[in-house]
């Protein structure tokens, strides 16, 4: 359902993303992993439409077969909110402090179809009762700020899909909640996702959340996808070097609550830091931060297919080889 | 888990392609990207104060030389450039001298307003959190109060004059420098390193001059050139009303309101005290606008230019 | 609400009790005596001391400054020592021109610089919104009484098409009343529309980068359309705030106004009384006039609370 080809995007003559080959069949649910500054976020945001306008992208983002970057503005916004829906990360920010919240739940849905004030009033409750909200018909008139974090969250999800759009791109749509009220959301978009066979393009740069809610993940760095494929194939066979950093960086819990032997041990962090826009190294954007990169990596890796879709771009992988 | 040996960081990791955080952007290559309005605010300012000080030294004619037989001549006129006043003083002379008034009312008021209305606001920020809230509040209503009325009362009692005049431009500004220093102010005293200080057994007084002062400065010297500005749109518009100085000391605002009645005799004769005004105020705004833009770019991307 | 307009409405009192300790202290206190001050240097010393007592000079300061507030309120403020009228008749009297310029300035400069500042905020990269920058920047540099002289010269002088001063009363003749204060009208406009846009302009700029106004755009709005339904009414708060600072810009203007207009309001009357040194109508009007600065400041926190329902909020709770 989205084909992302050669997908590129300049800022001040910087390249700063691009990917290559990127897809997300209809129903399925992708997560986008890395770091901050790795990409994931502009790769997002270029998908939807919503770039700077400094920023220039150029390829081909194929929705239903559509290429997107070709559209103006004009078009997009026909298609952007209707059939493609954006949850943001800090919802109490996201979300019009002087605006209630039914207007801003009902927003899309009054730009894309001409129901009626009653009809809408009622997709509205409708849409909050199912984000799990309870008293919709109080809270359509509240105000952002006299909600919680969650419920907050809730209601941008429910805004995003009032129209029953196709794809959802959320945004580290828990990063900014409380622990307790994560593993809730993510759960109602899962099962939002199940219901309605509406796809989810999943950033974040947590890979325990990824796993929890993606089917896929594709892993990104320096505004290239290194590594992608099933979320259980690449968290338990990982092959490029910066995914293996990834998950080796996550200590987890130890097995069987043998703690002894998990104390005294290092933490693996991976060296050096995310270089800035336009600092990345040439080749393959990882090498001056992986402890396995040699002469050759100054040259692109190839992308190496697997089974399954699981495909990376390294020259040392780890695992068999 | 295996014992994968921990990489380390050192000179030979790190290569030409590894980003190592930025030195701060040294002043010099910020001046580099100077702005236009810098340039254009800086000429028109050193244009006004040469003019001034050159007062001191040369003018055209000397000051309140009367000429009663070229009375209103317009520009153009041998001898005289920018044409004469209903006295057939010269224009360019009386602008410059014009010129020399505002700049030292605007000087002698910014600077004392800066001074005592940067102590209080300063004194202010650092005070005990109870008070701050009745205190700003209390230069707060300063504020809203425009410097014409306090000119007045003050003229009304002491009489009219450049030093009433500027008395009243300081009573005024010292709100204006006071509130504009609070907030920034506040917000340097709440950052780490001046509770490391409090730590260290620093006394307050101390971190406010040498921390915080230094910290805000940048914001001070926009200031002072925004206040420049009011100060002197303030002293023309009392010395048009005739409140604010009196002849034979020569002022823009007295001279536009001799103009007055002679609108329809010689009409060119406002234009030039007016454009002098525009000028020079305009010129001290781009100034603070550039210097925003230079000193702070982070609140200069979401201001203006 | 009802908790934050009494807020407000101390405030407003709060701040008219110290304008009036301030005015009062300036008056009273510095230099040297009013008596000196009206009669002049050479009055015999029979003639200040009778005057000294009928002012009640004599009493202790306190007492006079109660004096006075108590006249305010009753309405008897004294009587002009060169002129001979009273003083507040004289207010009252002379309150309808300056109200009207000011009313008038109002309306046409804030949706005109609403107007202006947000389209060069949606325009902020091109051409078009840099021009109204830099127009705004040229405003506020013209002093309004330049501004007015320059209209005088070519709608009045010139053209013919406005008179060059005067005030009709509306009472009189409303179309004959709103040409007398177009000029006036127009040239106090200028400078708080220049000053204003230039402030909306910088708080709708603000607030195109916030969030919600992409959030607008995700549900398929265009910058445009997120800028007006979203973005307006968040950058009002600000602005209100900001608004509030310009009145007193405002009241200033319309001194000046007055004077270049010959109109017979209470700008003309403050400068008048001025110059020939009448400290204690002086004293009055400046009273006045700040009172007028301070409630059009509490109508605008009003409003303010009307905007942002966080601050109702805020204050309920905090009561």
Known sequence: MLEIRDLRVHIDGHEIIHIDELDLPAGTRLGLVGESGSGKTMTATAIAGLLPNEAKASGTVRFDGQDLLELNDAEFSKIRGKRIGFVFQDPARALNPMMRIGRQVSESIRLHTNLKRRAVNDKVLELLDQVQLPDPAALVRRYPHQLSGGQQQRVLIAAAIATDPELLIADEPTTALDVTVQEEILQLLISLSEQRNMSVLFVSHDLGVIRFVCDRVAVIYGGHVVETGCVEHVVSDPRHRYTAALLAANPGMPKDDDFASFMGQRLHTIPGHVPAVGKFPGGCRFRNRCEHASASCAEAPMPVTLGDGHRYSCWHPDGES | ?305 | MIRYTLRSLFSLWFAAFVGSIAVFALVNVLGGDIVTVLLGREAAPVDVEFMREELGLDRPLVMQYLDWLRGALTGDLGTSYGMGYDIFDEIVRRIEPTLMITVGALLISVPLSLALGTYSAINAKKVRGGFVDVVTQVGIAIPTFWAGLLFVLLFAVRLGWLPTGGYVPLAENPVGSLRSITLPVLALSLGVTAVFTRYVRTAMIDVMNEDFIRSAMARGRSRRGAALVHGVRNASIPLVTVAALQFGQLLAGAVVVENVFVLPGIGRLIVTATLGREVVVVQSLALVIMLFILILNFLVDIAYGFLDPRIRDKADANA
């Open chain 2, 1 to 305: 888990m295996p014992d994968t040996p921990i990489p380390t960081i050192t000179a030979d990791t790190i290569d030409d392609d590894t980003a190592i955080p930025a030195p701060p952007a040294s002043v010099w290559r910020r001046i580099a990207r100077v702005p236009i309005t810098l340039y254009l605010g800086g000429a028109l300012v050193s244009s006004f104060v040469f003019v001034a000080l050159l007062s001191f030294v040369w003018t055209p004619y000397p000051p309140n030389h009367l000429n009663m037989s070229n009375r209103l001549e317009p520009p153009g006129t041998p001898g005289f450039l920018l044409g004469t006043d209903r006295a057939g003083r010269d224009v360019i002379t009386e602008l410059m001298l014009g010129a020399r008034n505002s700049l030292y009312v605007s000087v002698v008021s910014t600077v004392v307003a800066m001074i005592i209305g940067t102590s209080i606001g300063l004194a202010i920020a650092g005070s005990n959190r109870y008070f701050q809230g009745p205190l700003t509040r209390l230069v707060d209503t300063g504020l809203a109060l425009p410097g014409i009325l306090t000119a007045l009362v003050l003229a009304a009692k002491l009489g009219p004059g450049n030093t009433t005049a500027t008395l009243a431009i300081i009573a005024w500004q010292i709100p204006v420098a006071a509130r504009v220093t609070i907030g920034p102010a506040r917000q340097v005293l709440a950052l780490d390193f001046v509770e490391a200080a409090y730590g260290y057994g620093r006394r307050r007084s101390y971190i406010l001059v040498r921390h915080v002062l230094r910290n805000i400065s940048p914001l001070l010297i926009v200031l002072g050139s925004v206040m420049f500005a009011a100060a002197i749109l303030i002293e023309a518009a009392l010395a048009f009303l005739g409140v604010g100085v009196q002849p034979p000391t020569s002022s823009w605002g007295r001279f536009l309101s001799e103009t007055q009645s002679l609108l329809e005799a010689a009409p060119f004769l406002m234009f030039f005290p007016g454009l002098a005004i525009v000028f020079t105020v305009l010129g001290f705004n781009l100034l603070g606008d550039g210097l925003r833009t230079v000193l702070d770019p982070q609140q200069a991307r979401t201001g203006s230019s």
